[in-house]
């Protein structure tokens, strides 16, 4: 690695474009597959907006096709919550749930980047549609509150990872204030739990990876595979244009 | 909104209603949805927009099956959206089909069954990056030819419909011949990557037209209504015209051997359509009817807890003695930001529900 | 159970200063689900600036056998057009 990756891959703004990309292209994977048509439009709609935001952030940091399809597993630093597999709906509506609230509270503080002026009026909405399916998932059927707890309780340990502070990201020179975020976050999902009759797990908020794994490149297996679909095209043709 | 049939009246009556409509056609006016309509063209209606519909939503497999490859971020965006939008055709389609007294879920069960069909070009597979190319230009050109006319169909609510679909339609085609042109003009590998998904699409294509006039079973009736404007053969000579110099733009070869320009007719000739391949996709025997169709059902079901789960906790939030079964308020209200991308909602008011002001 | 998911018509105000337009219809479980449904497909290329969702159920129309007496007392008062009067030649801003 030259020390112009190693700087390119230390700025925090890669790992909000990696988040965004990751989310979106599993979003992307429902594309026909949603349990009802009002339901494809939605999901896609989300999708799309976050890779609208992927590509502006990338467009910051040098070719964005490069940086989407050419970098390692090891050298994205999308947090893991993001790669988790869609399983079913509701892993995928309590996924977004929680990356849609911290990113919502995340872009809401830097004010100072009209990137994220625009996008957070986005990500607010992907965070009600999740709020909204939430509390009918919970609050539903036996069957669908079963499954929405069994989904907050599976991605609940890779929520510790989007706490950790992301080294270099500043508003007008000061740090993000991570602390007042997570209080934030933990205050919206514990009150959104509540009324969809949802417990807040006790379990851990790490896995056993140490904090912050996908911050420093350490993914879950399935992201291996997601990013050799993702890629395998563009690598099979080195060059080409598209 | 439902749909009340007028009551059964006497003959008079009933000569009464079918002048009023046949004026109305001939003087190409707009038949509405609770205008008296003769029970065939109803069911023609039904038949027809459904299997549209159904088109559109099997139609977003074969494209959906390379958003996770799409080779640069740009075009997976482009695709994104475009099977989005198939979605939202799907919608806007159903929806003008429910205008005739038949609801969706009886339409999806339909298809489900095999008893309502889609257009067998969807049983085609997408070996390669560059079919999503080939849909886009000559699937979606062929789907436009024949859209197009549809917008004077002489049912209000497809042609509204099939309005808003041509509209939004109007980039599916470009973005794919823009595709194909890339891969035409790129490596070699990509040149031929192209050319081998014309090869493969070019035929089939040419089959979404539908058989030749004279053994079209339902065209004679649907131009007389009005449903449709132009003959099969006339559609299919249309969109070939349109194809070939389009072709030869791309640096691509349409694989017909007996593609000739007849001067004295100022058409492009083309060489005989294998019917039999078309009837045996129509049949089932398709490439990929079986995977289409399973696919359709697997998300419908695996989707029907979900759905359940929305039911119940509308019902649960419904106020005791509501009046009717539909929701807890009449009308709701939502302001979208104007002018920012995508139509976004207006975040910090948020939306908001008040009293019904439908004037 | 999945059909019971209503339908429901929406109106989309295309931008300030014009009324809300019939768009279309959709399914879903209660407004405000609707009202979101509605945002995602029938606003998809920022075709609206609000939107009203009604339960199909609700609406009460004229029925056809109703046209006459409803519609056709309007098409005789003239009147109420302003073609119907006339301008002298050369007079403006009327």
Known sequence: MTDSTAALLARPELALADDALVLSHRLGEWAGHAPVLEEEVALANIALDLLGQARALYGELGDEDELAYLREERQFRNCQLTEQPNGDFATTIVRQLFFSRWQELLYGQLTDRPLAVKAVKEVAYHRDHAEHWTLRLGDGTPESHERAQRAVDDLWRYTGELFQPLEGLTVEGHPVDWDTLRVSWDGYVADVLDRATLRVPESPRQSGWRAGAGRQGLHTESFGRMLAEMQHLHRSHPGARW | MTTVLPEQGTDAEAQEFQRAF??????????????????????????????????????????????????????????????????????????????????????????????????????????????????????????????????????????????????????????????????????????????????????????????????????????????????????????????????????????????????????????????????????????????RLSQRRAAHESGAWVRAAASAYARKRQPTGARNATGPSPAAEQHVTAGSEGGRPDTDEGPRSREADPR | MSSDWPLWEVFVRGRRGLSHTHAGSLHAPDAEMALRNARDLYTRRSEGVSIWVVPASVITASSPDEKDPFFEPASDKAYRHPTFYEVPEGVRNL
């Open chain 2, 22 to 291: 046949d004026t109305a056609v001939a003087a190409d006016e707009r038949i509405e949805p609770r205008d008296w309509m003769p029970d065939d063209y109803r069911a023609t209606l039904v038949r027809q927009i459904a299997q549209h519909a159904h088109s559109e939503i099997i139609g977003m497999q074969p494209e959906a099956n390379w958003i996770t490859r799409a080779p640069s971020l740009r075009r997976k965006a482009i695709l994104l959206a475009k099977v989005q939008d198939e979605a939202g055709h799907g919608l806007y389609l159903y929806s003008a089909a429910e205008t005739l007294g038949v609801n969706r879920e009886e339409l999806l069960e339909k298809l489900h069954s095999g008893r309502q069909k889609y257009s067998s070009i969807f049983n085609y597979p997408t070996l390669t990056w560059a079919d999503v190319g080939a849909i886009g230009w000559l699937v979606d050109g062929a789907a436009i030819t024949n859209q197009v006319p549809l917008c004077r169909c002489s049912y209000g609510p497809y042609a509204r419909a099939m309005v808003r679909v041509c509209k939004e339609e109007s980039f599916h085609q470009r973005q794919g011949y823009e595709l194909l042109l890339e891969l035409s003009r790129g490596t070699e590998a990509q040149h031929a990557m192209a050319q081998d998904a014309v090869d493969r699409w070019w035929w089939p294509s040419l089959m979404m037209f539908g058989p030749p006039d004279d053994e079209s079973a339902h065209s004679a009736q649907s131009m007389a209504w009005k449903i449709k404007r132009h003959s099969n053969d006339e559609l299919r000579q249309r969109f070939v015209d349109i194809c070939v110099p389009q072709a030869e733009a791309l640096g691509l070869t349409l694989p017909d051997p007996d593609l000739r320009w007849d001067t004295e007719s100022g058409h492009w000739e083309y060489g005989a359509i294998d019917w039999s391949e078309f009837k045996a996709v129509l049949r089932g025997h398709g490439p990929c009817n079986e995977q």
